[in-house]
């Protein structure tokens, strides 16, 4: 088979032309990065991992009526998924001050926060995504009005679906980060929820014991990361709940 074009790599995934148009293959690699790339690594098993619960998670907002890129998985680390025009927006979710809220406030993390706050970065690794305020949004037309609306509303919901099963097994959700696309129908256009949703984009701490189980293992050198990842996919039932690690060299077809 004809190798495929790389369309874009990033730090954690790399995506391809697909096998029909409209359509890009999403591959999940195993590097981990922190603190704007200043720390790498490569983790065995990282990016399978991070394939079967986005898909989890893609699916079962989908399930809910929250529109996503997400088509279906095609093996252990690749999955099909609609090609988007990527809202330049990082949206933050918090239920819980963590991270550089906590620090920017010199709040304790894990202070439980009023309400859910939706926080927006523009997305450029470069100046380190920096925070912006809905004017800037709106200013210099990254969104308009109606689709930040819709935005902070599926962000809002995408927070209530993930609270909501993080607590069925006994795992706080304390933020998370997700990206959204447009596709056209015809010249209008329509938001979908795309990037992932994985313990890379999460913050997730353990109900009872406050144990880390995403990337802040690795920002803050606190265990094994593929473990952590492990623990959230078979909690979920991702995995059996005998399997301690997933095979971490499969086999990929070109």
């Not at 490569?42 to 009526?65: H, P, Q």
């Amino acid at each position: 088979m004809a190798r495929r074009k790389k369309l874009y790599e990033g730090k954690a995934k790399v995506l391809y032309e697909g096998p029909e148009p409209g359509t890009i293959v999403q591959y999940f690699k195993d590097d981990a990065t922190a603190f704007n790339a200043e720390k790498k690594d490569v983790i065995d098993g990282k990016g399978v991992l991070n394939n079967r619960l986005s898909e989890f998670f893609m699916t079962g907002l989908g399930n809910i009526g929250i529109p996503t890129h997400f088509i279906k998985r095609l093996n252990m680390r690749e999955q099909l998924i609609k090609a988007a025009e990527i809202v330049p927006l990082e949206v933050i979710v918090r239920n819980y001050a963590a991270g550089s809220m906590a620090k920017r406030l010199g709040m304790e993390e894990g202070t439980r926060l009023p309400r859910p706050i939706v926080e927006f970065s523009y997305k450029d690794d470069s100046l380190g995504d920096p925070l912006v305020p809905e004017e800037y949004i709106l200013a210099f037309g990254w969104a308009n009005q109606q689709e930040l609306g819709e935005i902070v509303d599926m962000a809002l919901r995408v927070n209530d679906y993930m609270s909501g099963v993080m607590f069925g097994v006994g795992i706080k959700l304390i933020d998370f980060k997700i990206e959204f696309g447009r596709v056209y129908d015809g010249e209008f256009p329509r938001l979908i929820l795309a990037d992932e949703i994985s313990p890379d984009s999460c913050r997730l701490w353990d109900i009872e014991t406050g144990e880390k189980l995403d990337k802040d293992v690795f920002r803050r050198d606190l265990g094994n990361l593929t473990d952590a990842y492990t623990e959230v996919a078979r909690r979920l039932g991702v995995l059996p709940s005998n399997v301690t690690h997933p095979n971490t060299n499969p086999t990929l077809i070109n």
